[in-house]
């Protein structure tokens, strides 16, 4: 038997959870009310050196409210007496996604590489023994990856699936997601928290200290005594403006983030249109939504090469964070005028 789970081409590359998530529920009927009033603010932390950014959230997969997120940890994992890849084929035969931290190292294509990394499991094939999964493959340097669609062969997920070492995994505590997406289930937005979330981003409203949530990650959750350790909103291209000339900055993934937060708005933007929410001309704003998605790309490949060439570094930084708050500018003003459009 052979089975592959519908995944959507993605339109966010910031982070494995929410790349995989949009790949999977931008093919339901409900993605376009959902979208209209979520991912709508963005969180930095203050130190550079952890991969704590992201979309605001309150737990791994945003509380999509069509997707049913169960859990089976390692542990009990361990003591079935059932390969992984039996599980794997119950699993996708009854349209379950399976999510979690996976050992690339016994995966041939990955060259042995002794890292683990969140995964998405999709299907597979009992006849050629292959499975099929997505992961983000490690760019030159280590510190960046490429998301791409791969197989494997049963016998190497079976031993993927091994003990192996993660930050902050615990084999006995920690899970791998199960994700089944809901029948009947209708999902409306609420204009009334669009314009709400706008403001807290415009204000870089520190959304963890209003208690509206915390950030919650699959193997790290930030509390309310860290509330200050986070920039929300507008104020994380200050910061990212301000980090970038650090010598020791590396990590494209917040660069990422603000380029996907205006590819969403563009794609909510059409929606709102369609919608008959904002009326009249919306010239500008697509003029600005496209100026943002374009500098904010060209900034990308710009970080990446300088990870390679290291001459002039010190000046490419400066330019950089000259184009990041020229970003900040083209997207605060694009937001304000959706507020005057929508009022």
Known sequence: MKKLLPLAEPISFHSPSITYLLSIIELNENFRNWLVDNLLNIYVPKDYTLRLDGFFRTNEFYNCPFLTCSALSYGILDNMNLKFS??????????????????????????????????LIYGYNSFKKRISFCDFVPLQGGENGEYKKLQCSFREMNKAIKNFNGDNYVREEDVLY??????????????????????????????????????????????????????????????????????????????????????????????????????????????????????????????????????????????????????????VDFLKNVLKLID
């Open 178 to 331: 199960l994700l089944h997406m809901k029948q009947n289930v209708r999902y409306k937005y609420n204009i009334s928290d669009l314009k709400r979330s706008i403001k807290y981003f415009l204000n870089s409203t520190n959304l963890i200290e209003c208690n509206i949530g915390s950030i919650y990650l699959q193997y790290y959750s930030v509390f309310s005594n860290e509330k200050e350790d986070y920039c929300f909103g507008a104020a994380c291209y200050d910061l990212l403006a301000d980090q970038i000339q650090k010598k020791d900055f590396l990590m494209v993934r917040p660069l990422v983030l603000i380029k996907d937060y205006a590819v969403l708005w563009q794609r909510r933007l059409n929606i709102l249109k369609e919608e008959n929410i904002i009326r009249g001309n919306s010239e500008l704003l697509d003029e600005l939504i496209n100026e943002v998605i374009d500098l904010s790309k060209r900034v990308i490949i710009f970080f990446l090469k300088m990870g390679y060439v290291h001459s002039s570094q010190i000046k490419n930084r400066k330019i950089m964070k000259a184009d990041i708050l020229k970003l900040k500018k083209k997207q």
């Open 86 to 119: 039996k599980i794997i084929e119950f699993l996708i035969q009854n349209n379950c996604y399976i999510y979690g931290l996976i050992n690339r190292e016994p995966i041939r294509l990955f060259n042995r590489s002794k890292t683990a990394h969140n995964m």
